[in-house]
T-cell receptor, first 110, second 114 residues
């Protein structure tokens, strides 16, 4: 089974709504990163949250990390059509070799 | 600042043919990674370099895959005798040692083996 895994295969919301993507992992980590991948592009880093941090924000994005339950979440507020993408969590155990989940397809409808 | 540049963008091969992918990382990034991303899956690390040295190539699928970074800048990933199972997008990423917040991916090369 995956060492990092998003909990939903796909989500859809309407523009302006908020949405949360969840991730669980099975290894000890030094950091967790959230990525967005649009069609035909490589993943783009959204937030890096280190193991000693509980929350990190980047504009409309907020990531949380709970190392005791080995889970993380990425929340997006005031969603826009351009937020439509696949969202990945990726764990790092100290060597910057990232282990990615399978991704959650987020569709934001007008 | 220029991003990570990869070429070609697409490649279509018949089984048994060879192919090479090229990556130009961000200037100043000493660490370079190659990932394989099958359709509808997350990227999976194949190999990574620090400068010209291979740090870990244990995830290269077989001896049909090889990667080099001779001068510690650009890198080439080669597949000898491609198989249909190699069909995927091949992504290159770079970062600075000890970084993480500057981890940057290229747009990838989409490989189809028929």
């Amino acid at each position: 089974s995956q060492l990092a895994e998003e909990n939903s295969w796909a989500l859809s919301v309407h523009e302006g709504e908020s949405v949360t993507v969840n991730c669980s992992y099975k290894t000890s980590i030094t950091a967790l990163q959230w990525y967005r991948q649009k069609s035909g592009k490589g993943p783009a880093q959204l937030i890096l949250i280190r193991s000693n941090e509980r929350e990190k924000r980047n504009g409309r994005l907020r990531a949380t990390l709970d190392t005791s339950s080995q889970s993380s979440s990425l929340s997006i507020t005031a969603t826009r059509c351009e937020d439509t993408a696949v969202y990945f969590c990726a764990t790092d155990s100290g060597s910057w070799q990232l282990i990615f989940g399978s991704g959650t397809q987020l569709t934001v409808m007008p | 600042e220029a991003g990570v540049t990869q070429s070609p963008r697409y490649a279509v091969l018949q089984e048994g043919q060879a192919v090479s992918f090229w990556c130009d990382p961000i200037s100043g990034h000493d660490t370079l990674y190659w990932y394989q991303q099958p359709r509808d899956q997350g990227p999976q690390l194949l190999v990574y370099f620090r400068d010209e040295a291979v740090i870990d190539n244990s995830q290269l699928p077989s001896d049909r895959f090889s990667a080099v970074r001779p001068k510690g800048t650009n890198s080439t990933l080669k597949i000898q005798s491609a198989k249909q199972g190699d069909t995927a997008t091949y992504l290159c990423a770079s970062s600075r040692t000890g970084g993480g917040s500057d981890y940057t991916f290229g747009s990838g090369t989409r490989l189809l083996v028929i």
